[in-house]
């Protein structure tokens, strides 16, 4: 495990380590995501993530983690959500970030000597599965929420509390429509495991 020098460790009332982590994409088209190499174990690959400073937002510490690790510069599209690990005694924000650049050269390659590599969501998660299956279910937990989005027609809209859709004048495409009634409905976890929390 990598340790700042002058790291403190943060905790959350109930205990928990408070840590952040980013599923960086390499594009909204190209699904890929970025994975680095382990600081304690440099054959074996994770999702960029660290620990939360005092008084540092879960946003801030995954953007962070992913600038010093990978030398991502992105941006924050979602919160995923939240992750326990009871034997690690960890609680993650997992974020999902479109990345804009690559830095070439970053901290922990110069440092450590960690290595960055573009992975499909399936070759990420074989990768993960043995050595780290919470960082697993981070991707598996974003597939389902892909494959939820993509099942979504006209025939959903019924479900909608028609009271947020009053006096708004688009066509009703949803995936497009930037009113309020919309986004809100957009913001919502569907067909999933999961809870859909706002960015914090």
């Known amino acids: 495990m990598k340790l700042k020098l002058d ?8 205990g928990l380590r408070r840590r952040a982590a980013c ?11 970025l994975l680095v ?8 690959w994770i999702v960029p993530g660290g ?3 005092p008084g540092e937002g879960p946003s801030t510490a995954a953007l962070r983690e992913a600038h010093e690790e990978a030398g991502v510069n992105g941006k924050i599209l979602e919160l995923l959500d939240i992750f326990e ?10 974020y999902v970030v479109l990345v804009e650049s690559l830095n070439d050269e970053y ?4 440092n450590i000597g960690r290595m ?7 070759d990420a998660c074989a990768q993960l599965q043995v050595h780290k299956p ?11 929420r892909q494959t939820a989005d993509l099942s979504l027609t006209n025939d959903s809209f019924q479900n909608i509390d028609e009271a947020h859709l009053l006096n708004c004048e688009c066509d009703k495409d949803l995936t497009k429509c930037d009113h309020a009634c919309h986004i809100t409905y957009n913001n919502m976890t569907l067909n999933t495991d999961s809870t859909n929390v706002p960015v914090q």
Not at 7 to 13: E, P
Not at 116 to 122: A, I, S, V
Not at 134 to 141: F, K, L
Request: hydrophobic share 25%; aromatic share 10%.
């Open 134 to 144: 919470v960082q697993m279910a981070y991707i598996r937990t974003y597939m389902k």
């Open 107 to 110: 901290d922990d390659a110069k």
């Open 7 to 14: 790291q403190t460790r943060t905790y959350d009332k109930d």
């Open 116 to 122: 960055r590599k573009w992975f499909t969501l399936d």
């Open 23 to 33: 599923l960086c994409l390499r594009s909204k088209e190209k699904i890929e995501i």
């Open 51 to 53: 620990g939360l400073d």
């Open 85 to 94: 690990n009871s034997a690690r005694k960890t609680r993650t924000y997992v």
């Open 37 to 44: 190499t382990s600081s304690r174990h440099s054959h074996l």
